[in-house]
């Protein structure tokens, strides 16, 4: 029986390749007499393309080749596949994910036929252009094209077009973005945080996003999390255990789950029922933080100076000067105590270690292997025996100012069994909507996945490209498994999923709302958020310093308080001026160039609509208020890891029907009209009305309409005055606009 099964999986593996994902297998002779097995795709100017059984893509000189096979390619019809051609390194690595993917169906198949389900025959087949344009857009930058760039990307007739884009968005601020949104919610990345004091994560907000701009290997911002101490406005990295001051406990739990794809959480209070880990594992683990304070205090923690004298709290010092200085300027301190206070208290939330290790057993401790309240010696955990004898185990845990760093070398290490595995696990969601392992907060056993040898092989690649989630996404974007149509059969919950296509999803409220501010704006990445660092210049105070004094804490205090005003101040402009043609026009208008046009955009980059600012998600608020059509979509609140939500609501289809995201796009101030107004009709046959609505197809679903679709827009657009607002609406509403295909 096994002999037969794996004589069909490798008969299934043989018939993917052969039927699906490439068109037929040559022999090729170059003029030296070598040979090689390949199908051919097409000719391009003096150059043949050809595509290897593992997926890679080849171009090169067809005078390479025998005259007989020169004349026989000059004959064969070109491959109505798109072709996939990225540099021989990538499409290489691409190859062997296919091969792994395809492998993967051919061995899950003998089980589906055997339980009644049919086969996988093999890849989905290839998206078109139009497909692929808008979803790699929305995968990679997070919004869909703009009229001008899916045009541009279906009218290219380069054959290797597709790879282009894709190293194009992933240089692009966009990804930055996109790839901020993903980790923010990972993270649980939040703007005001829980506590009071004035605490806000702004710091670690804007640290996080340079990280990611900057394209800093993921092992490097995982140490430096894991590892920073300060303030956070000194630190913005300091964040990370910030985020949960004073909560260590539930920090480890989430630090495991996130970094490690280790779900351990119920082992704070008991011995895992469904996995090995102990109570007292968990305990050993958080033993590696149990020299760490981040819990605020009312005084600023001991500080001593270069003579070791004590340093004095300058705070709680000053405040009766600050109260006779209010008062003799008329103020009224009973209004403005409690927070001048909770502004000072901010600056005594920082992380710090000292030289004891306080990690004790909890008082309810039950078990036979120690008593309540025992000292708890720090510990690695090990997933299995061989462990241990990696490299990544090498740390010493013996000092206790460096445990965090012992901690955090051992999370990040390459031979940590699940540090690569767990992030590339993740990445692999992203594109396809399924991870191999679900959840992706918990590999408990790798060999239970969906594709054991691919998500083992994945992790070696993470580790292969040292980190670098730009480099790894790369090549899942160039795989013939990414590149298909998506797969819109229904997956149940629990079922593993073998990635022939990416699954067909909802878009996420970050991608919904980024798709309306491309709509409105254009290309939405000009428009940033303004004052970044003023809440870190205005909070920031030096609460040791002896030459501290009343005047400076107040003048700070006044700054932080007018921080709003500010803001507020940069607001200006709103849909008509939106859009690099009409920032170029006012410009001109003002007598200025094109460049002090953009400077002068960029200065004050905040348009608004009816109270609602028009920047993308990644600049606005984290996360958004209530109310905002980011949270009514499913935005995460940041409380939980991967937080947020695709389920649809009442709330969510009123506000897609009649909202103000909805005005925004309706009105005839919107980009999408003067888009409309510039095209200009193309071909002999060719009439105004239709190059509109071609213009408002491309705009809004990116792709041009059928012919069904163009004879009801034109009988909607003549029937009265707001007919193209109506077929806007209609567009907006459909499952095709909202759905990644």
Not at 41 to 49: K, Q, R, S, V, W
Not at 399 to 407: G, I, K, P, Y
């Amino acid at each position: 029986m096994k002999q037969t099964t794996k004589l069909l999986s490798s008969l299934f593996v043989t018939a993917l390749f052969a039927t699906s994902a490439f068109a037929e297998i040559r022999t090729w002779t170059d003029t030296k007499g070598r040979q090689v097995n390949a199908s051919f795709i097409g000719l391009a100017g003096g150059d043949i393309m050809l595509q290897t059984a593992d997926g890679t893509m080849h171009k090169f000189p067809l005078t390479n080749l025998s005259a007989e096979d020169q004349a026989l390619a000059k004959s064969l019809k070109p491959s109505d596949q798109p072709v996939m051609l990225a540099n021989s390194s990538v499409a290489q690595a691409s190859g062997k994910i296919d091969v792994l993917v395809a492998t993967g169906i051919g061995r899950a198949n003998p089980e589906r036929i055997k339980g009644g389900k049919p086969a996988i025959t093999g890849f989905n087949p290839m998206a078109n252009d139009e497909q692929f344009v808008r979803r790699v857009y929305l995968d990679i930058v997070g919004r869909i094209p703009n009229y001008d760039e899916a045009t541009t990307f279906i009218k290219d007739s380069n054959p290797g077009k597709r790879a282009k884009l894709i190293d194009m968005l992933l240089d692009s601020p966009g990804y930055s973005g996109h790839m901020y949104n993903y980790l923010a919610e990972m993270l649980r990345v939040k703007d005001r945080l829980e506590g009071g004091n004035d605490v806000r994560g702004v710091p670690y907000i804007n640290w996080l996003q340079k990280q990611v701009e900057q394209n800093v290997t993921w092992d490097k911002m995982v140490f430096d999390m894991l590892t920073a101490t300060g303030k956070m406005w000194h630190n913005g990295a300091a964040g990370y255990l910030l985020r949960d001051s004073g909560m260590p406990l539930d920090n480890l739990a989430n630090t495991l789950a996130v970094f490690l794809g280790t779900d351990v959480a119920c082992a704070q209070c008991h011995d895992h029922p469904f996995a090995d880990w102990t109570q007292y594992q968990f305990y050993e683990m958080a033993s590696f933080f149990g020299a760490t304070s981040t819990r605020y205090q009312r005084r600023a923690p001991a500080r001593r100076n270069k003579e070791g004298m004590e340093m004095v709290d300058m705070g709680n010092k000053l405040m009766p000067e600050m109260e006779s200085m209010i008062e003799k300027n008329g103020g009224d301190m009973t209004r403005i105590r409690n927070g001048l206070q909770q502004f000072i208290g901010a600056n005594r939330y920082a992380i710090t270690d000292t030289e004891t290790n306080s990690t004790k057993l909890p008082h309810d401790y039950k078990y036979k292997d120690a008593k309540p309240l025992d000292p708890v010696a720090p510990k690695f955990i090990a997933w299995s025996k061989e462990d241990r004898s990696l490299p990544a185990y090498k740390q010493k845990t013996k000092v206790e100012e460096n445990l965090r760093a012992a901690f955090a070398t051992w999370a990040t290490h390459p031979t940590n069994p699940r540090f690569a595995m767990a992030i590339a696990n993740r990445m692999w969601k992203r594109a396809f909507g399924q991870g191999i392992n679900e959840p992706v907060t918990n590999i408990d056993d790798p060999n239970q996945s969906a594709n054991p040898a691919l998500l083992k092989h994945l992790a070696e690649e993470m580790k292969r490209v040292k980190f670098n989630l730009k480099d790894f996404m790369r090549i899942i974007y160039n795989t013939r498994a990414y590149q298909s149509e998506a797969t819109t059969e229904q997956i149940v919950m629990g079922e593993p999923y073998y990635f022939q296509g990416p699954l067909l999803r909802r878009m996420t409220a970050d991608q919904a709302w980024d798709s309306y501010m491309t709509l409105v704006l254009g290309d939405p990445d000009k428009y940033k958020k303004p004052l970044e660092d003023l809440y870190s210049k205005s909070i920031d105070l030096d609460l040791y310093n002896p030459k501290l004094d009343a005047q400076t804490v107040l003048m700070k205090y006044d700054a932080y308080r007018k921080m709003g005003e500010k803001e507020r101040a940069m607001m200006g402009g709103g849909l008509a001026t939106a859009g690099e043609d009409m920032m170029m026009d006012d410009a001109k208008k003002a007598g200025k160039s094109s460049k002090a046009g953009a400077d002068m955009m960029m200065d004050n980059a905040s348009l608004s609509y009816n109270g609602m600012v028009l920047r993308r998600s990644a600049e606005l608020e984290q996360p958004a208020p209530a109310g905002h059509f980011l949270i009514e979509f499913g935005q995460s609140p940041r409380n939980i890891i991967d937080g947020s939500n695709k389920i649809g609501s009442v709330p969510q289809v009123l506000m897609m029907m009649n909202g103000r995201a909805q005005e925004m796009l309706t009105n005839t101030d919107s980009l999408i009209f003067r888009t409309m107004a510039k095209v200009k009709p193309e071909g002999e046959k060719a009439d105004a009305e239709s190059a509109k609505l071609d213009a408002l197809f491309m705009s809004v679903l990116n792709r041009r309409p059928t012919e069904a679709e163009m004879a009801t827009a034109k009988k909607t657009a003549a029937s009265e005055s707001s007919g193209y607002s109506d077929i806007i609406w209609a567009l907006i509403n459909t499952r095709e606009f909202i759905f990644v295909q």
